[in-house]
């Protein structure tokens, strides 16, 4: 037990820690537990639990504000919080979680919806005196409350950043009866830029999508005149304000400083977003405020989507991504017929590589086929064989399929839709569609998806050792790539969660219930659906959900797969996949390394020696080595085994062999890069104390020999401070007889395996010599490693 005075002491520490804090907190939050209406702490730093009550209490009492004499007492049962809603749309669901998180849901107002909005388009144009209206209504009843506060705000593009009360102490401060947020912009008529009162700080300007004041003075206001549903509510609000007898009757003011209310549009600079201990809070650095609602107006609703990952506590540093889990849902493994029936759409738009593992991943998703339909897309001739293999082998096991091969010449946009409205016709709950770059390492991701239960989300996807992903995280004002702050954080998963962006592409998850045979028609052309454009699908398809409101999320909550970069994809190459080493290094080596390469390393294992300083590695796959075969002899312009070799700098060759070099098949580059990823760690490994990267190497070539070709090679030292031999097929099947014979040490390896590999030093010590083949063909690739 700890001695009086050093509880004391502790106690004071404690008391200093919460009483800054609570001072410094713009976000606060009634303790309703334990604490009573009057006293306010800061959501970050009370947690009401029992042992601490007595701490808390003390705190807050020693040092809450002290109220000044003009101002009255209120209860938050005394404040109304209005809004307009005629859909719960994305932004409503993220307003109402703001909502929730700063506990006032008993306070909140939903005007209209469920009802047609009549207000106009009021996103880019003027609009919304239907607002007015549903508010001059809902204020009828309390017309003679001279005590009830309304709090006012949009919905949509609206987030809450602090509690009810603080929000009304810092009115209660103004000396205002109402009062308006504040912009830079006079919106809509700007020729009233002039009668507005001068300001020597601030924004200057009436916005009518938040405002506070008291319920008689604002029905007051909203009594001066009527107005349309389709004329401008923010025009109306602006004559009030204007009116020099209304402003000084009702003591209307501006929060000119963006003390309570913060709009983005015109005033993104102004802001930041800041962290205090693990929570997100937004700072405008211009007049050192923190606002506590937050509207993302006219332009400004990216960056609000953007800034809206974090605030009202949708991620910490330390809980991480708490809004992933508003709505999310766990399926039952034992209740398959209960899962939400999908459609996956598959599409090959261009050539890419290593589509073979790409429909793996598809066909490997844990997802019970029972309640899966699939479509296929393929437009390009050079795939047909491996889509059709696929198709053919695994349709059956779906509820349905359906395969549009590059013969019948649909185009992508058509491709698209159709797959949709197979969607439709199937009765689908979810559209999954997926591009063939999109590789689905985790067997889950279909089913993670499916839980989050989002409009549109997508998996994380990103180009291994690259920056490059399936989404955006911001964009420019003509709709392209901007980098956000975010970015590199989020595609490192240094942070993680379910992110709202501005775009993604190549894999994602729609919800059926945004599809219709009435959107299907503008998702990947114009927004507004008169017709199609030439805009990249991709590009058109995020425009047209940024256009409806419609959010798109990526989440990197766990880790999904990757892309593959077809850029550099060659199909008029012989297997080009092979040429892939450098551009998708990922794939590359799961198709064509051993599966046995890194035991190579094992500290426990001692490397094969078959004779002295001569070592055996598992290198590559049976598929590397036929297809390097393949490589060549469609290439098939030997060498005549003489002397004479043109190829070389000094047209001779002292020990020649029937060969073909690695730079006649275009893979010079790719093979001197295999040479430093996957040779030099074994080299460096064996030899010890010799380091040369990159290797260096002029002669790198593969070697037939045949009983009526060349079928041996005399002994010679070879010009190299190193060698490799890489057996490319199996003797004692494609051929008899053959193998390497060092003389030195009279030791033969004759048996040699496809894909292994034989290092041994050149020059001085290993003279050696190909032994005769007596029937087939073998062939091996060889190098002379630094020279």
């Known amino acids: 037990m700890r001695s009086d005075l050093s509880r004391r002491l502790m106690l004071s520490i404690i008391l200093l820690l919460y009483r800054r804090?609570?001072?410094?907190?713009?976000?606060?939050?009634?303790c309703e537990s334990k604490l009573n209406h009057d006293v306010y702490v800061p959501l970050n730093d009370l947690s009401c639990q029992d042992d601490a009550l007595d701490i808390k209490s003390l705190v807050v009492e020693r040092y809450k504000p002290t109220r000044k004499p003009s101002e009255s007492h209120f209860e938050t049962t005394d404040v109304l919080v209005f809004t307009v809603a005629s859909n719960e749309t994305d932004g409503f669901r993220r307003y109402q979680r703001s909502v929730e998180i700063y506990g006032f849901r008993d306070n909140l107002k939903i005007l209209g919806l469920g009802d047609s909005w009549k207000g106009g388009k009021v996103t880019y144009e003027p609009g919304g005196g239907y607002k007015v209206n549903l508010l001059r209504k809902a204020l009828e009843d309390y017309r003679n409350d001279e005590k009830k506060i309304v709090l006012f705000t949009d919905s949509y593009d609206v987030i809450f950043l602090g509690g009810l009360s603080a929000i009304v102490e810092r009115f209660l401060n103004t000396g205002a009866r109402i009062l308006f947020a504040a912009e830079g912009y006079c919106w809509p008529d700007r020729s009233l830029a002039s009668q507005y009162p001068p300001v020597s700080r601030g924004k200057r300007y009436l916005n009518s999508g938040s405002f506070i004041g008291y319920a008689t003075d604002l029905l007051a206001i909203l009594n001066t005149a009527p107005i349309e549903d389709l004329a401008d509510d923010q025009l109306f609000y602006t004559t009030a304000y204007l009116n020099d007898e209304l402003r000084a009757r009702h003591q209307i003011k501006l929060d000119h400083k963006s003390d309570i209310f913060q709009n983005l549009n015109g005033a993104v600079a102004d802001v930041e977003l800041r962290f205090k201990g693990e929570e997100a809070y937004l700072q405008n650095i211009v007049y050192n405020t923190v606002p506590l609602v937050l509207h993302g107006n006219g332009f400004s609703k990216l960056v609000l989507n953007s800034l809206g990952n974090y605030l009202a506590r949708a991620w910490t540093s330390y809980e991480g991504c708490l809004a992933c889990w508003d709505r999310t849902i766990?399926?039952?493994?034992?209740?398959?017929?209960?899962?939400?029936?999908?459609?996956i759409a598959v599409f090959i738009e261009r050539p890419v590589p290593f589509l073979e593992e790409f429909f793996e991943t598809i066909y490997r998703q844990s997802y019970p086929k029972s309640r899966l339909h699939l479509f296929v897309h393929n437009a390009v001739p050079h795939h047909e064989s491996v889509v059709t293999d696929f198709y053919e082998r695994v349709s059956q096991e779906y509820v349905s399929a359906n395969y549009i091969s590059a013969k019948q010449e649909a185009n992508e946009v058509h491709a698209r839709k159709l797959a949709m409205k197979h969607c439709l016709f199937n009765k689908c709950s979810g559209y999954f569609s997926v591009d063939a770059v999109a590789h689905l390492d985790n067997e889950h991701t279909?089913?993670?998806?499916?839980?989050?239960?989002?409009?549109i989300v997508a998996p994380l996807l990103i180009r291994p050792y690259k920056a490059w992903s399936n989404f955006w995280g911001a964009i420019t004002d003509d709709g392209f790539y901007a980098r956000s702050f975010d970015y590199m954080e989020i595609i490192k998963n240094e942070r993680r969660g379910l992110w709202n962006v501005p775009f993604v592409s190549n894999c994602y998850l729609i919800n059926a219930t945004i599809l219709n045979n009435e959107t299907i028609r503008p998702f990947y052309g114009n927004p507004d659906g008169n017709s199609d454009t030439d805009m990249d699908t991709e590009m058109a398809f995020a425009q047209r959900n940024r256009h409806h409101g419609v959010f798109m999320y990526v989440s990197n909550r766990l880790d999904f797969g990757h892309l593959v970069n077809p850029d550099?994809?060659?199909?008029?190459?012989?297997?080009?996949?092979?040429?892939?080493?450098?551009?998708n290094k990922l794939d590359w080596e799961r198709r064509y390394i051993h599966s046995n390469y890194s035991e190579s390393f094992n500290p426990d294992k001692k490397p094969i020696q078959p004779c002295p300083d001569v070592y055996w590695f598992p290198i590559v796959t049976r598929r590397f080595t036929k297809e390097l075969i393949g490589i060549v002899e469609s290439f098939g312009q030997w060498s005549d085994g003489s002397n004479h070799d043109p190829r070389l700098s000094g047209g001779y060759e002292n020990v020649p062999t029937r060969d073909i070099h690695m730079n006649q098949v275009q893979y010079e580059q790719q093979w001197l890069y295999f040479l430093k990823e996957y040779v030099r760690p074994l080299q460096e490994l064996v030899f010890t104390g010799y380091y040369h990267d990159p290797p260096?190497?002029?002669m790198n070539f593969v070697v037939r020999y045949r009983p009526d070709e060349q079928p041996f090679l005399r002994p010679h030292h070879d010009s190299s401070t190193y060698t490799i031999n890489i057996a490319l097929n199996q003797a004692g099947v494609d051929y008899e007889g053959g193998g390497c014979k060092f003389i030195r040490y009279n030791c033969s390896v004759t048996d040699t395996k496809p894909g292994w590999m034989l290092m041994h030093p050149g020059r001085l010590t290993h003279y050696h010599e190909g032994l005769r083949v007596i029937a087939g063909t073998r062939y091996i690739m060889i190098s002379f490693v630094d020279p």
């Open 568 to 583: 550099t994809y060659d199909i008029q190459l012989v297997y080009p996949d092979m040429y892939q080493i450098m551009d």
């Open 21 to 30: 804090d609570y001072l410094a907190a713009g976000n606060e939050q009634v």
């Open 330 to 343: 766990e399926l039952d493994k034992t209740k398959p017929e209960a899962y939400p029936v999908i459609l």
């Open 696 to 698: 260096r190497s002029l």
């Open 446 to 455: 279909l089913k993670l998806l499916v839980e989050q239960q989002r409009g």
